[in-house]
């Protein structure tokens, strides 16, 4: 057995940034080489970001990926980092039109390149492409069909290891690359992921990754991103198993790290390059390339450069609240600091919705940033503005107040004979608030963020224009109880840390209500949220149609008012910002219907 030290680089890059994300490739392969690493693997399309969407289309785009490739290549050897193979995911094309479009960008590929010696030394791309969820990967790429392998020589001995190179989804399907691993002997397939954030997905994944490296008869080192991008949220989570699926090492969730481990390797024996039946109906050519034993740079002083056959690091594991907490907090901040936004904006009522939003930006971007407008109306209750003062007063947020009934009065006094009353007269409030936020948003330059929780999405419950007038909405997928549920984590992990709780208790405890006529509360218009959300997640995440939802237990009345308010709600959440995605199914990029539609659920007997 031979010795290697390899380093997963999980990073936080963003999309289009090819000189920021070149910068990031470089900077890590140089910490990682500082460790003592000879192979760093990083995420795939880590020098693009991902996902690309309609770039990949774009032919400048595409050369744009291709150049800054090499030049990457190129600065690491500049550096005396040549001797280091670095794994790095781009975009890239072969020859031809793109599919279907017939667009001069080439046919566009998921690929990945092995960076040694200031060169390009073998690329490859994804063979198996997602296209279902939040992937349309059809419409933008054409699979690869080879497997690359190449051949590191160990430091110190004559000894080589052979690596393979798969890429994300070439995981998740059977046969394909991992099955030709095996039959190419290597005894380390790197795979470079871009794998998003959705409840319960870090178990799967590790029980993925396992079954594979077996499959594969090879050591498996699983590099994924960090950080979010529009609605998704990438959760890093990257780990290395053993060829017998033991965990080796498992970095942290949510944040950029560079997970360094020593593995012991058989040394390399095979040397043929062949096609070879990949086990799902396609052939896939093993690609060999031996690279140049090349000196590596001097080690950190406190690196030791001897095998430390131990397993690990391990980060520590979130629980379910925690990491839904943190998805959402690297959401928004991610999607401020990357669209250039450095302070946010939003409507504090008093009830938990905004009061949770308010807390996960002050957890992103820091409470000084959060700039929060008290708006009560002739019929907001007392208790909304203490309870909004107090969670201020907790955070320290900068706060206004802006009294909205005059401007309320005068609209409809505007309006002359036209009888603004009952719906209109509600909603017109709603809409007052979301002008006043968009006037100091444009006045100040802060993001403006909605308030809204996945039940009222799915059941239209906001006011076109109004509450849901802004840039990016926080908590758009998750629904009201875990609202709650959230809150109360949040507020207990600051209690157990010897720190005040955020959130006021009685915006937890309290009714929730709009506040937009006299004594109104949700419960007039919505069933009890615990009844309601269990309905909506068997209607919206596991698409059952009615008799399904009966006979699981519904209540069929019930079953019908709710189907019919989610299906005419299309036409809102369309129109509703994004937002950081946590569920197997989000409104958006997962759910996609059509909103002019007759179909309808028919209730049976
Ligand atoms: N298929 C379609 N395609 C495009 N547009 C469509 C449409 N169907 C209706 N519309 C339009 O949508 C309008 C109705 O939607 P909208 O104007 O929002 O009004 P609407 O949904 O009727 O009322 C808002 C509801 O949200 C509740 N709510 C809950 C929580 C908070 C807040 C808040 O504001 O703070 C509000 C409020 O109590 C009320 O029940 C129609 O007048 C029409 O213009
Ligand atoms: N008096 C108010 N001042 C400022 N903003 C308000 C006021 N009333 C409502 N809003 C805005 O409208 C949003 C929608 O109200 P909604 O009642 O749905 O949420 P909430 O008050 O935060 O929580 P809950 O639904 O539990 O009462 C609020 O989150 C807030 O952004
Ligand atoms: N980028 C990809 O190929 C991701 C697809 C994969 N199923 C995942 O979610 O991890």
């Not at 936020?437 to 100040?444: G, I, L, W, Y």
Request: proline share 7%.
């Amino acid at each position: 057995m031979v010795m290697l030290r390899i380093a997963l680089a999980q990073v936080n890059v963003t999309v289009g940034d090819l000189a920021g994300n070149a910068d990031i490739v470089v900077d890590w392969t140089r910490r990682a080489a500082a460790r003592g690493a000879r192979v760093v693997v990083f995420p795939e399309m880590a020098l693009t970001g991902y996902p690309v969407e309609d770039l990949a289309l774009r032919a400048s785009f595409v050369d744009a990926s291709i150049a800054v490739l090499r030049e990457v290549a190129e600065r690491l050897s500049v550096e005396g980092l040549g001797g280091i193979a670095v794994v790095a995911g781009y975009l890239d094309r072969r020859p031809g039109l793109a599919p279907r479009t017939g667009l001069p960008a080439g046919a566009p590929l998921d690929a990945a390149a092995v960076l040694h010696g200031g060169r390009v030394v073998i690329t490859s791309a994804k063979h198996h492409l997602p296209n279902y969820g939040v992937f349309d990967e059809y419409r933008y790429f054409v699979p690869g069909n080879t497997l690359p392998v190449f051949r590191l020589p160990v430091p110190g001995t004559s000894d080589a290891v052979d690596i393979a190179v798969a890429i994300c989804e070439d995981l998740w399907q059977d046969g394909g690359p991992v099955a030709v691993t095996r039959h190419a002997g290597a005894s380390l397939l790197v795979v470079p992921n871009a794998s998003p954030y959705e409840r319960g997905k870090d178990d799967v994944r590790l029980d993925l990754v396992q079954r594979r490296a077996r499959e594969a008869g090879a050591v498996l080192a699983y590099c994924n991103l960090v950080g979010g991008q529009d609605e998704l949220v990438f959760d890093g989570d990257s780990i290395l198993v053993s060829a017998s699926g033991e965990p080796l090492a498992r970095g942290p969730q949510f944040e950029e790290a560079l997970i360094v481990a020593d593995l012991e390797l058989p040394p390399a024996v095979s040397d043929s390059g062949e096609a070879v039946d990949a086990g799902d109906g396609s052939l896939i050519t093993i690609e060999r390339v031996a690279l140049p034993d090349i000196a590596a740079p001097p080690l950190a002083a406190d690196v030791d450069p001897a095998a430390a056959a131990e397993p690990g690091p391990f980060w520590p594991r979130l629980d379910d609240l925690a990491e839904v907490y943190a998805a959402l907090v690297l959401g928004t901040a991610d999607y401020v600091r990357k669209n250039g936004f450095r302070t946010v904006l939003l409507a504090l009522s008093g009830g938990i919705d905004s009061a949770l939003v308010a807390t996960i930006a002050a957890d992103a971007i820091g409470p000084e940033q959060v700039h929060v407008i008290l708006m009560p109306s002739k019929w907001s209750s007392d208790h909304s503005v203490t309870d909004a003062e107090d969670l201020v007063e907790r955070q320290g947020l900068h706060a206004r107040t802006i009294a909205i009934q005059a401007i309320v009065d005068s609209f409809r006094d505007g309006l002359g004979d036209f009888p603004l009353a009952g719906l209109p007269a509600e909603n017109l409030q709603s809409r007052v608030r979301g002008v006043i936020n968009m006037a100091v948003s444009n006045d100040e330059g802060h993001l403006v963020l909605t308030t809204g929780n996945k039940s009222e999405l799915a059941t239209g419950y906001s006011t076109l224009y109004g509450d849901s007038a802004g840039g990016f909405g926080p908590i758009k997928d998750v629904p009201k109880t875990v609202v709650w549920a959230l809150s109360r984590w949040r507020n207990a992990t600051a209690v157990a840390a010897g720190m005040t709780a955020p959130i006021p208790p009685n915006s937890i405890e309290k009714p929730p209500s709009a506040e937009l006529a006299p004594g109104q509360l949700d419960t007039d218009s919505l069933p009890d949220y615990f009844v309601l959300d269990a309905l909506l997640d068997d209607y919206v995440e596991k698409d059952m149609g009615s008799a399904e939802l009966i006979a699981a237990g519904h209540d069929p009345a019930l079953v019908a008012r709710v189907i019919r308010l989610v299906d005419l709600a299309e036409y809102k959440r369309r129109q509703y910002p994004p937002g950081p995605k946590i569920s197997q199914k989000n409104f958006g990029r997962d759910r996609r219907l059509p909103i002019t539609s007759r179909w309808r659920e028919t209730l049976p007997g």
